[in-house]
């Protein structure tokens, strides 16, 4: 891919908590690369996924959503949605159109009107809004921030999507493509495994059980007969936490591991023996290694 025809390029896909910008960047990607949940702040880290528009290779950044950090882990979070942003040679504003313009898409919009990158805006899950309020938020959004474009979306049914890919190609560069032609993201398979199971933590466990939970990789094991072992520890906050991620009998432990395992399986394209242990470390969240396990930049 050394033509001078191809183009590569960089997008950061920015929003708000559960604006769906995991969802776009798998639609766009055209497979799973990103965890989803109805919850949100379920994306931790910079991601990145890798879509294929005719000779043109999209790098999506899927970043945390922004909101107001209380934490830590929550500084992090929004510094890597910020950082992603900066290091784009496109910024795309992805915003909950049946939310409209709440207090953390404000934030958003004020930490915008100084860009230095082209802005684009998708408006997503449009299915949910009548055309009256979509062209209200559309022309708002430009008056505001004078975008390059704004898209009409919804990601979950793909509504859109191609539309949209089709034109991020074409805003890309020129110059050779930065990933092999058969990636899909950056992420290692270490990193989209432990993902994975905490995807389904998301998923099985309510309220605010799941923000107080982070996944670790113990070990992983390539055999001979073509099958991978994986120990991953749950760290929790509590005992109390500990009891619910378990379960009674183990049960939801069990349940967890076993819909990770199967998501896990079909990632890696073979079989996957996957050990959870549950661990209680209250100060998880200043666990510096764990950062780095994550893909979160340290900060003092």
């Known amino acids: 891919m050394n033509d001078v025809t191809t183009r590569a390029g960089f997008v950061a896909v920015i929003g708000a908590p559960n604006a769906g910008k ?13 965890i989803v949940s109805p919850k949100a702040q379920t994306t931790r880290a910079r991601l990145m996924g890798i879509a294929i528009n005719d000779r043109t290779q999209i790098l999506l950044v899927d970043t945390p959503g922004i909101f107001e950090p209380k934490r830590r882990l929550d500084r992090a979070m929004v510094a890597a949605a910020w950082g992603g942003a900066g290091d784009a040679d496109l910024i795309l ?21 100084h860009r230095e990158h ?57 110059g050779p493509w930065l990933y092999p032609e058969d990636d899909v993201s950056d992420a290692t398979d270490r990193m ?30 390539d055999r001979p007969d073509g099958s991978t072992v994986i120990h991953q520890q749950i760290f929790v906050e509590r005992d109390s936490q500990k009891a619910i991620v378990i379960g009674k009998g183990g049960s939801r432990l069990r349940l967890i591991g076993e819909n990770a395992r199967a998501e896990i399986t079909e990632h890696l394209g073979r079989k996957v023996h996957l050990f959870l242990h549950v661990k209680v470390n209250p100060r998880w969240g200043e666990d510096r290694a764990l950062y780095e396990d994550i893909g979160l930049e340290w900060s003092d």
């Not at 992805?94 to 915008?112: C, K, S, T, W």
């Not at 389904?200 to 990789?217: D, F, G, K, R, V």
């Open 192 to 221: 989209i495994a432990a993902e994975l199971t905490r995807e389904q933590i998301y998923n099985q466990l309510h309220q605010e059980l799941p923000y107080s939970t982070a996944i670790e990789t113990e070990s992983w094991e």
């Open 118 to 174: 082209p802005l684009w805006i998708a408006l997503n899950k449009v299915d949910l809004v009548k055309k009256p309020k979509l062209l209200e938020l559309s022309l708002k959004l430009t008056e505001r921030l004078d975008p390059d474009h704004v898209f009409m979306i919804s990601a979950a049914s793909g509504d859109g999507v191609p539309e949209l890919k089709t034109a991020l190609g074409s805003a890309m560069p020129e």
């Open 22 to 34: 995991s969802t776009l960047v798998n639609a766009l990607v055209g497979q799973k690369v990103a």
């Open 93 to 113: 504003l992805v915003i909950d159109a049946d939310a409209g313009l709440n207090r953390q898409v404000e934030q958003i919009l004020a930490g915008l009107e």
